[in-house]
């Protein structure tokens, strides 16, 4: 059974920083591009990030010099680094994982973390 956990949500006031993780289970880790969503409250879950098998990152504008993406594919882990973050970052944080194209149609999805930036 594959499982996705997201940690390391919270409230943050902006201009402050906050990492996410995202830790894989029953998946051979390495074979999959892995890529962080976020949904704010009344709008549609968007792309944020992502990064392929790799190494190779890929961000939304929005985010670019900002938010940095990492894996370890020794402890099946994916971090999101949260820099200088904005009101408008805040939302749920969704880990997910696909095998095909970073921005196409993902297999499997965490239950999401809450990121809060307070201004």
């Known amino acids: 059974q594959v499982q996705l956990v997201e940690s390391g949500g919270g409230l943050v006031q902006a201009g402050g920083s906050l990492r996410v993780s995202c830790a894989a289970s029953g998946l051979t880790f390495s074979s999959y591009v892995m890529g962080w969503f976020r949904q704010a409250p009344g709008k549609e879950r968007e792309f944020v990030t992502a990064?392929?098998?790799?190494?190779?990152?890929f961000y939304a504008d929005s985010v670019k010099g900002r938010f940095t993406i990492s894996r370890d594919n020794a402890k099946n882990t994916v971090y999101l680094q949260m820099n200088s973050l904005k009101p408008e970052d805040t939302g749920v944080y969704y880990c997910?994982?696909?095998?095909?194209?970073?921005?196409?149609?993902?297999?499997?999805w965490g239950q999401g973390t809450q990121v809060t930036v307070s201004s």
């Open positions: 997910a994982a696909t095998t095909g194209y970073y921005l196409g149609e993902y297999n499997y």
């Open positions: 990064i392929s098998r790799g190494g190779n990152p």
